[in-house]
């Protein structure tokens, strides 16, 4: 019988190759990719190896089941559910989403070995496309299942080549008129736990000293396009009095975005941008980008995102909302719940967005447990858990499983 380290491992090894770039040692695991299919391949792989149903819900969803959530909501006792997310931002850590997955493996094996009779059915889900990397929105997958974002919308996201979520899908031999919204997948669930690396270094303050954290809320947040226009021309020939740079208002957004960020007390960036004709020497006619702002105070991220549109609107260009996700608490009962059986560890808030967030907002009762990061850096290689912390995290699943889908 092989220990939770050892199940933990051995998938950790079968993951870590997958979509990792040699050179950065980053990832690029995008939804609907050749990538994404080896990571669902392993997740189908993973769940037949364990005699777990695996299902897929019509947004490509995997949930692998230990007992039969159907006649179990028919009972009133909807199943418990872990797991996260697969895919990565470019370039980004091993362990944002994976060390939900494994973990949730890892758990449910150390619940057999300790021959734990659940009397509720337990999920593991990976869900797709949480970090948007390809097409954009983030959480794409929870959010076509519960509703939050409608599936015309998503089919018509398109990557940064014109191929559409729909096109993409239809590649990977999925039906793209399928997806849609799956209240019946939802209404199995009763009740979420996602565990996931620390995204920012709390945990290993001094005066903190944590391996594991409970989540509070995550702080609103969203995505918007920013676009400004001018006109082509050569960048030897043209006067500057000629010029038309669309590249000097977008500049001028990404400074005022942190000026209002600082201001405010929030937090934000622009991370992607494409420039059109994207020549060295070519003046851009075109640049568009996304603005990612944060913060803990809805109104203080709706000031910043103010201040950017105010100034592109001065250079004649648009800011368009593409995502939002207000505050978003997590059962507080929950979390109580957690934190005590769990020796009381802390309970913290964050600033990352998560698929937990999105079915919290569906009202699906949603808790987030939180493995410490030493470097506190995510969506990035430095992104770090201990083997240690992960396997606390690993007993801690257990111990949270045991509880809440035991008699
Ligand atoms: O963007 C986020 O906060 C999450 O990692 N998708
Ligand atoms: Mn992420
Ligand atoms: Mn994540
Ligand atoms: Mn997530």
Redo the contacts with the bound molecule.
Sequence with gaps: MSTPSQTFDSMWRDLMPVGRDATSGGYRRFAWTRQDHTLREWFAAEAARRGLDLTVDRVGNQWAWWGDPDAALAAGRPGIVTGSHLDS?PDGGAF?GPLGVVSAFAALDALRANGFEPDRPIGIVNFVD???ARFGV??AGSRVLTGAMTADRARSLTDADGVSMAEALAAAGRSAEELGPDSETVRRVGAFVELHVE?GRHLSLPEVDQPLAVGSDIWP?GRWRVRTLGEANHAGTTRLEDREDAMLGFAAAVIAARRAAEQHGCVATVGKVAVTPGGVNAIPSEVTGWL?ARGADEDAVRAVVAAVTEVVEEFGGLVVEDSWTGSTPFDPGLARRLATRLGGIPVIGT????DAGILANAGVPTAMLFVRNPTGI??SPEEFATSEDCLLGVEALTDVLTDLAGA
């Design positions: 931002v944002d949480e970090e948007g983030a959480c995204q947040h990612d600033g990352a967005g998560h995510s969506h």
